[in-house]
């Protein structure tokens, strides 16, 4: 059973950075499309990022690119989203999810396996 485990989220000030941690066990994650997603509370799920398993490809929602980076590192079994000049409206629940199809969307319908979630809260 696949099962994912994030870490890293926390309080920080605007302008500040965080980095993500989603970690994997009971399977190899260099053989799974991961993704970030998140949930503000009252609102739905968004995707955030994600990274195919073949070719390392990446995707960012337009609301993060230019200040949130994913990045996997496969001896470690994790991959991470390392969080850049943060904005209070990233506040959220922040999930990861895996799929094994290598395509990299932003559709949390096409993941079937999620860890449980880290908080973020961007505050001043």
């Known amino acids: 059973q696949l099962h994912l485990v994030e870490s890293g989220g926390g309080l920080v000030q605007p302008g500040g950075s965080l980095r993500l941690s989603c970690a994997a066990s009971?399977?190899?994650?260099?053989?799974?499309?991961i993704g970030w997603f998140r949930q503000a509370p009252g609102k739905e799920r968004e995707g955030v990022s994600c990274?195919?398993?073949?070719?390392?490809?990446?995707k960012y929602a337009e609301f993060v690119k230019g200040r949130f980076t994913i990045s996997r590192d496969n001896a470690k079994n994790t991959v991470y989203l390392q969080m850049n000049s943060l904005k209070p409206e990233d506040t959220a629940i922040y999930y990861c999810?895996?799929?094994?199809?290598?395509?990299?969307?932003?559709?949390?319908?096409?993941?079937?396996?999620w860890g449980q979630g880290t908080e973020v809260t961007v505050s001043s």
């Open positions: 009971g399977f190899t994650l260099d053989y799974y499309t």
């Open positions: 990274i195919s398993r073949s070719d390392g490809d990446t």
């Open positions: 999810a895996a799929r094994r199809s290598s395509l990299c969307v932003l559709s949390s319908n096409t993941f079937g396996s």
